[in-house]
Nanobody, 119 residues
Framework: QVQLVESGGGLVQAGGSLRLSCAAS????????MGWYRQAPGKQRELVAR???????NYADSVKGRFTISRDNAKNTVYLQMNSLKPEDTAVYYC?????????????WGKGTLVTVSS
């Protein structure tokens, strides 16, 4: 069974840091773009950051300079280092990846991990 499993969320004070991890498992031939999205209460899901298999990255303007996305292709894992956290970063963070499963590239989502930033 192919799945993405996130970890690393929690409660942190404003100005603090958290590191999220997302591991892909199952019968995966290869992984393309991996990314992090977030959804705050009452808001739409939005892109936070994404990274290609070659390491090219792009970020939402709201997190540039504070968040860093990285990946370990050998471990099928993507990370999100979040520094200088703000209360407005509070959201459920979801991992997303394009996975080559069998003959097709499929879009997978994790179940999400909650990040709460207190003021």
């Amino acid at each position: 069974q192919v799945q993405l499993v996130e970890s690393g969320g929690g409660l942190v004070q404003a100005g603090g840091s958290l590191r999220l991890s997302c591991a892909a498992s199952g019968s995966i031939f290869s992984i393309g773009v991996m990314g992090w999205y977030r959804q705050a209460p009452g808001k739409q899901r939005e892109l936070v950051a994404r990274i290609t298999s070659g390491g090219s990255t792009n970020y939402a303007d709201s997190v540039k300079g504070r968040f860093t996305i990285s990946r370990d292709n050998a471990k099928n894992t993507v990370y999100l280092q979040m520094n200088s956290l703000k209360p407005e970063d509070t959201a459920v963070y979801y991992c997303n990846a394009d996975l080559l499963v069998g003959p097709r590239v499929m879009d997978y989502w994790g179940k999400g991990t909650l990040v709460t930033v207190s003021s």
